[in-house]
Every structure is written in structure tokens, then in C-alpha cells.
């Protein structure tokens, strides 16, 4: 199986040391990852590096083994506020499709119906750990 040639622009803006941070370990991941279709990886990529800009402007997260369920349903909140929710469960699906693949990573993922109804529980939802 061929594997992902990264693209040369990331077509978002990366401003700070945080930003930059989670980027260069996601593209570790990704240039190493050889799970699934090229073009699939391709289109997931861009999807989970917008996720990624999000939390280093929403949140403290300085690692990608610290991302928790609670920081995908931020995510989701702010996309469901503008975006029709089958774009939301691609982003979602993209979001799950890396998220497995991180090294010592500490939650397992939830379903969709579950990170759907963290975006509107006010009790902060337990999510099972690894």
C-alpha cells in the first residue's frame, strides 16, 4: 500500500508554539500511517488538522495523548453551529479515523451518538479511559 506524501501547505493558520506543537506530531502520525485508502487519508488529513488548530486556541492541550472525548465535543458544538450534521459526522469520522492511530493515547473513542450528546450535556460526561 502506498503511502501519504504530506502536502506542502497546510492551508491553515499556525501562529503559535502550541499550534505548531500537536501539527509536527500529528504529521509523524500521519507520514508513518499506512491504515486505509491514500485518498481517504488525504481528505481525514485536512479535517483533523483543523481540529487540531481548534484545540491549540480552545484548550491547554500541548500533546495529542492528551486529547479527551470532552475536547471532540467543543469541536462539535462550534461545527454544528454552522455546518448541516452530515458534514459533522464526516468530521467526526475523520476525527476517530487518527485519533486511534496516536501513541499512548489515554480515552478510548465513544460512539457518535455519545460525543453528539456531550456537546449538550452541562454534567461533564465520564468517558471510559484506556
Keep these: 500500500m502506498a ?4 502536502p506542502k501547505s497546510t492551508r ?3 501562529e503559535s508554539d502550541r499550534h505548531r506543537a500537536l501539527i509536527d506530531q500529528f504529521d509523524q502520525i500521519a507520514s508513518r ?3 486505509g485508502y491514500v485518498k ?8 483533523f488538522k483543523r481540529f487540531l488548530v481548534f484545540l491549540a486556541d480552545h484548550s491547554d492541550v500541548s500533546d495529542m495523548g492528551s486529547i479527551e472525548p470532552k475536547h471532540v465535543s467543543m469541536f462539535l458544538a462550534q461545527e454544528l453551529a454552522s455546518k ?3 458534514n459533522v459526522l ?4 475523520a476525527i476517530r479515523f487518527w485519533y486511534k ?3 499512548g493515547r489515554r480515552y478510548d473513542t465513544p460512539k457518535n451518538g455519545e ?3 456531550g456537546v449538550n450535556d452541562k454534567n461533564q460526561r465520564r468517558y471510559r479511559r484506556i
Aim: net charge positive; aromatic share 6%.
Design 115 to 117: 460525543l453528539i450528546a
Design 33 to 35: 500511517s499506512n491504515h
Design 84 to 86: 448541516p450534521l452530515d
Design 3 to 6: 503511502r501519504m506524501r504530506l
Design 40 to 47: 481517504t487519508r488525504r481528505s481525514h488529513y485536512f479535517t
Design 101 to 103: 492511530q496516536i501513541p
Design 90 to 93: 464526516r468530521s467526526v469520522s
Design 12 to 14: 491553515l493558520p499556525i
